[in-house]
């Protein structure tokens, strides 16, 4: 069945649902700089709340919320944020995150830079595979927090030419597991989902022999067999099995100083799959394919109290990508090769806090030397040996620094300006000649480098942010921002793209509310509202599309009332090319998204209805794949957590969750596969 409907029959829908959801959290509000105290006022807790004292539009996934969520895949937790769009989400493999419409190239290629993920610190995300995605396999189990960023603001630490967005996970560590005085834990994890057969494994073991020292080991395992749409059919190519593990130690040298040490790998092993994890029914060869990844970091950290001016941080990163494609087919080097991308970097960061009379600044400034090196070599035909024609290989060098000061005005003004500068060069190394084909019919002629060859490129750039309280409730805020995007290894091969860097320049301005006692003396509501236009000139990333124009809005709302919680986003953009009227065919689809829920029982008990509606999206040149006109949709999830704090099953966290209730057959725009089905999850957990 299809299902479409408008934002009205959303609504009506759910306005039964405050009967299944009450409250947690505790606000005081005292004396401040803005008015004097009014008592102290019980609450309760959405599901998420909203940054509203940011100048960015930033979203923070909880462990909480990663909890109740139950994802299959991390783009599974990426999906809920406005403005976030998932090419084939539900899966590890052959997945991409776009935010405001760039990021990952839906359907054709992988990463474009203008997303940067990160994972404890580590940029993540290969350079682009040939219709194989951008988001390397990643476990979601592994992580207690999730931010995104939405827009450039808070990226310069990372990158030059992240104009979409930041993506930053935070790996779990030994202390959320331990309470004060323990020095042992033992958490298992079991889960089933109905969609697949699929199941799930976790294990976690927290050590802490003292003060100083805390260590933890995790072990996954997750394997889902083929999955079904809201049709009954069998999606190709959907399963797949996923072993992962972390280890992460901490060791307290001192009182001020911290040695930390954190190793994380997934892998996913895939046998007689289509070569294109994008869309299977491109061609009908099956390769074998086996993706890994390998994240690993040394941190030393020294904070001294009573030292204002020391928060010293050096981080030596390292991070493994790869995939091995086979096949008996060798009509193409596609079919056949070893992509491996290895990086290495260097990261040492201070943050400073001082004052000048009433001014007060957090003073951030960072150096960063990387190393990042591609092989993509042939495996069958004629380039054995040679690095695979549609993915040049060779290394990219850099040299970065950073500077960001946030200057407080008193307690009501705050502006944030932000600098980075940025040195490359890329070097061609086993290029060769050669005729590359994409299919049966099409075949081009790929020119090669000469081992040694380099080009240099620099890129400048920075933003200023800024945020004031015009009363004790309301905001309002902005972003101005430049980025320029450096060529990356993928350009080797085009003489021009090679030495040419995108550029872009974002305006982002912005309302805020947030404030208790609204409506009745025992409810909060907090409110953000944000537009915004990003201008990119110079193109190299989109085909046909030199020039292009991004505006959008985003608005969220959380309300909390002692009979229930409310969270809603919603999110509208459009984009044009080449300062015409024509569209840009991957700005995403106008989507809402309203969860209502209650708790009870002291909190023990946590129920939820969650609805998303899809806009049909029609502003698009595309005739198939992921850039096909989309149909609106609607689809509803229940979730329940139950986690007893009394008796025999005291601390057990007994969950459940019905995603696509009403198995609705939909495809998201920008995916290429049609959404999952109906979907049933239950899982179960115990921190012993």
């Known amino acids: 069945m299809t299902t479409q409907t408008s934002l009205r029959g959303l609504a009506a829908a759910l306005a039964v649902a405050p009967v299944f959801a009450t409250p947690v959290f505790s606000q005081e509000a005292g004396e401040t700089g803005y008015g004097d105290f009014i008592g102290t006022v019980t609450l309760g807790e959405s599901r998420r709340g909203i940054q509203t004292q940011t100048a960015t539009s930033e979203t923070v996934i909880s462990q909480e919320e990663l909890d109740e969520r139950q994802a299959t895949s991390m783009g599974e937790l990426l999906d809920s944020v406005p403005n976030v769009t998932l090419v084939n989400g539900s899966l590890p493999q052959g997945a991409g995150v776009s935010i405001r419409g760039l990021g990952a190239y839906g359907g054709t290629y992988g990463t474009d830079g203008k997303v940067s993920v990160v994972i404890d610190g580590v940029a993540s995300g290969a350079e682009e595979v040939y219709r194989n995605g951008s988001m390397l396999a990643l476990e979601p189990e592994l992580f207690r927090e999730i931010t995104v960023t939405r827009g450039p603001a808070e990226s310069f630490q990372y990158s030059s030419g992240a104009m979409g967005g930041t ?35 976790t294990s976690i073991l927290s050590f802490a022999p003292d003060d100083r020292f805390n260590i933890l080991a995790f072990a996954g395992y997750r394997d889902v067999d083929a999955r079904k749409d809201g049709a009954g059919k069998e999606q190709d190519a959907t399963g797949f099995t996923a072993p992962s593990g972390l280890l992460k130690a901490n060791y307290h040298l001192t009182d001020a100083s911290t040695l930390t040490f954190s190793m994380a790998y997934n892998e996913i092993p895939e046998d007689d799959v289509p070569y294109n994890a994008y869309d299977p029914s491109w061609t009908d060869v099956l390769v074998d394919r086996y993706t890994r990844d390998t994240t690993a970091y040394a941190a030393y950290r020294y904070n ?45 960061s201070n943050e400073a806090l001082f004052s000048a009379g009433t001014v007060a600044h957090t003073l951030s400034t960072g150096i960063e030397l990387k190393k ?22 060779g290394t990219d060098e850099s040299i970065a620094v950073w500077i960001a000061d946030e200057i407080a005005f008193g307690e009501r003004f705050t502006l944030t300006p932000q600098l980075r500068y940025e040195r490359q060069t890329l070097t061609s190394y086993d290029n060769i000649d050669g005729v590359q084909c994409f299919g049966p019919t099409t075949c081009i002629v790929t020119p090669g480098l000469a081992d040694g060859t380099s080009f240099t490129s620099e890129a400048f750039t920075g933003a200023v942010s800024g945020r004031f309280a015009l009363t004790d409730d309301i905001a309002v805020f902005g972003t101005l921002a430049y980025n320029e995007n450096l060529p990356i290894l993928d350009d080797l091969r085009n003489a021009t793209y090679r030495t040419q860097k995108e550029k872009g320049r974002t305006i982002e301005l912005g309302l805020s509310y947030d404030s208790v006692g609204v409506f009745t003396g025992e409810d909060a509501l907090k409110a953000k509202l944000t537009g915004f236009h990003t201008h990119i000139w110079d193109g190299t990333t989109y085909s046909g599309a030199a020039v292009v124009d991004l505006k959008g809005a985003e608005f969220e709302l959380s309300y909390v009332h002692p ?36 708790r009870f029982f ?35 999830a229940l979730t329940a957590a139950y986690v007893p704090n009394h008796g025999a099953a005291k601390d057990v966290e007994f969950r459940a969750s019905v995603e696509n209730l009403f198995d609705a057959e939909y495809r998201p725009y920008l995916n290429t596969r049609n959404g999952l089905g109906r979907n049933i999850k239950f899982s179960i957990a115990k921190t012993f």
């Open 167 to 201: 993506v930053e996970a935070e790996t779990k560590d030994a202390t959320d597991f331990l309470e004060d005085g323990d020095t042992f834990s033992f958490r298992q994890k079991l889960g089933f989902e109905s969609n697949g057969n699929g199941v799930v494994a």
């Open 304 to 348: 001294p109290a009573g030292n204002d001016l020391i928060n010293i941080e050096a981080r030596l990163t390292y991070k493994d990508e790869a995939m091995e494609i086979t096949s008996v087919d060798t009509s193409s080097d596609l079919y056949n090769a070893d992509h491996d991308t290895k990086t290495v970097a260097l990261r040492v």
């Open 372 to 393: 990042r090196e591609r092989q993509s070599t042939s495996t069958a035909g004629s380039n054995v040996g040679y690095n695979d024609l549609s993915a040049p290989g």
């Open 563 to 598: 009979a229930f919680y409310a969270d809603f986003n919603v999110a509208r953009t459009r984009g044009t090319v080449n300062d015409t009227s024509d569209p840009f065919n991957w700005a995403p689809s106008d989507k809402a998204q309203l969860t209502l829920g209650k």
């Open 602 to 636: 002291d909190d023990q008990l946590n129920l939820a209805v969650e609805a998303v509606h899809a806009w049909e999206n029609t502003r698009t040149t595309g005739t198939s794949g992921a850039t096909a006109p989309s149909d609106s949709y609607t689809i509803y």
